[in-house]
């Protein structure tokens, strides 16, 4: 099994910004992807940022330019710097990672519980 632990989250105003960080520990033999979705109330989760094994990344449209995606694979962790925030009220970021474990086959995927992030006007 695997563990993700989320923080960063909160309340910051437009223009401003956050770190969001997410530990992932556990039975975890590789770690091939590691990303970030996020949720808005009454709206279908979307994809925000992923960065793969080798370093590649992949954003959403709307975010480039101003959010990064970054990981440290010593501590199976990875991040998401947020700038420039713009007043969209407030949203769940959840982490999610994709990895084969120790003892297991094929590949699975893992959630966070989310973390939330307001942004005010």
């Known amino acids: 099994q695997v563990q993700l632990v989320e923080s960063g989250g909160g309340l910051v105003q437009t223009g401003g910004s956050l770190r969001l960080a997410c530990a992932a520990s556990g039975s975890i033999f590789s770690i091939i992807q590691m990303g970030w979705y996020r949720q808005a109330p009454g709206k279908q989760r979307e994809l925000v940022a992923t960065i793969a094994s080798g370093g590649s990344t992949n954003y959403l449209d709307s975010v480039k330019g101003r959010f990064t995606i970054s990981r440290d694979n010593a501590q199976n962790t990875v991040y998401l710097q947020m700038n420039s925030l713009k007043p969209e009220g407030t949203d769940v970021y959840y982490c999610?990672?994709?990895?084969?474990?120790?003892?297991?086959?094929?590949?699975?995927?893992?959630w966070g519980e989310g973390t939330q992030v307001t942004v005010s006007s």
């Open positions: 999610r990672t994709r990895a084969t474990i120790r003892g297991g086959i094929g590949q699975y995927l893992y």
